[in-house]
């Protein structure tokens, strides 16, 4: 069974770019949610798509959006990058019910 | 509105010894809660989770929580602490049972482990 997986592993942007990162979920899971976790914090939900559909949003501004794709793989988007957008990003994909495993992650530093 | 909070931003034990994670919940549903180890520069891994079956729940490398719903707390234990333990601990809440929800953080705790 294949884990959840992401890409790139890290990336450098500077301020004002835009960037998409990517997600692959674990077979067989049909949701998938992204978290923001700055340095020295707990991540913070973003939001999560559910069958191609969103399906909860945190309290991130518009500039953050998502894709989830058929084949359950999903993208998200930043732009306009701030320097406060620099985190690690993670990616967990869950089945029906009530129970997250995560990616290892894609470190944003924005210069 | 759910949350957690994790009494202690860093609790240091030595090796053998027991380690005691505090988290205290709030939630309006009745909760999942979890735990979820991050060990350095790796993703979140789940160590337990709680979703209203037994109150004692036991999950993998020896740790163990306990739901107590008089207390609101969901604090982590294990017997004796091995120095591969050291890692960012974290507990979780979750609103709703039955399907995917978004998962609410603690603040986090570091445990050390010393010789």
């Known amino acids: 069974e294949t884990g959840v997986t992401q890409s790139p592993t890290h990336l450098i942007k500077t301020r004002g770019q835009q960037v998409t990162l990517r997600c692959s979920s674990q077979?067989?899971?049909?949701?998938v949610s992204w978290y923001q976790q700055a340095l020295g914090q707990g991540p913070q939900f973003i939001f999560q798509?559910?069958?191609?559909?969103?399906?909860g949003r945190g309290n991130f501004p518009p500039r953050f959006s998502g894709l989830q794709f058929p084949n359950y793989s999903s993208e998200l988007n930043v732009n306009a990058l701030e320097l406060d957008d620099s985190a690690l990003y993670l990616c967990?994909?869950?089945?029906?019910?009530?129970?997250?495993?995560f990616g290892p992650g894609t470190r944003l530093t924005v210069l | 509105a759910q949350s957690v909070t994790q009494l202690d931003s860093h609790v240091s034990v030595s090796e053998g010894t027991p380690v005691l994670l505090r988290c205290n919940y709030s939630?309006?549903?009745?909760?999942?809660l979890f735990w979820y180890v991050q060990h350095p520069n790796k993703g979140l891994q789940l160590l337990l989770k709680?979703?209203?079956?037994?109150?004692l729940v036991k999950g993998i490398n020896g740790f163990e929580a306990e739901f107590k719903k008089s207390e609101t707390s969901f604090h982590l234990t294990k017997p004796s602490a091995h120095m591969s333990d050291a890692a960012e601990y974290f507990c979780?809440?979750?609103?709703?049972?039955?399907?995917?929800?978004?998962?609410?953080f603690g603040t986090g705790t570091r445990l050390q482990v010393t010789l």
């Open positions: 798509y559910y069958r191609e559909e969103e399906n």
């Open positions: 967990a994909s869950s089945p029906s019910y009530n129970e997250q495993f």
């Open positions: 077979s067989g899971h049909n949701t």
């Open positions: 979780v809440v979750s609103g709703d049972t039955g399907t995917a929800s978004k998962l609410t």
């Open positions: 709680y979703t209203s079956a037994a109150t």
């Open positions: 939630s309006s549903y009745s909760p999942s």
